[in-house]
């Protein structure tokens, strides 16, 4: 059986555009020079919990907890970015397919004998 899931993917030059006018919105959470030379330019980045946010001085946008993938590791690195509203749009849905597998299966390692 199969089911459907979607998850919000953002590139890295989106990711670098959002945080870029995030910063000339004096928004709260952005990211540093330094962690975006981190950043795995073919990556993709996995927005997690996300909700509209308005900063101390008015500007809107959204609070986006970011799993981001970062060069040579296979470990992604957490972060907080206030994405404007303008950039928002550019977030992709993407659907993943989860298969299940129908009945029982064992589990235990298959040994050669």
Not at 18 to 43: C, M, P, V, Y
Not at 45 to 57: K, R, S
Not at 64 to 91: E, G, N, R, T
Request: charged letters at 25%; hydrophobic letters at 35%.
């Amino acid at each position: 059986m199969a089911t459907k899931e979607t998850a919000l993917v953002m590139d890295t030059m989106t990711l670098i555009d959002a945080n870029r006018h995030a910063i000339q919105q004096k928004q709260n959470r952005t990211l540093t020079a330094s962690f975006i030379n981190k950043l795995d330019f073919e990556g993709t980045h996995v927005v997690g919990m996300h909700f509209p946010h308005t900063n101390y001085i008015g500007a809107e946008g959204m609070r986006c907890h970011i799993l981001c993938k970062i060069q040579d590791s296979d470990a992604p690195a957490a972060v907080w970015l206030d994405m404007p509203f303008k950039d928002w749009k550019y977030v992709e849905t993407v659907v993943i397919t989860r298969y299940e597998p129908e009945g029982e299966y064992d589990l235990k390692e298959e040994t050669d004998e």
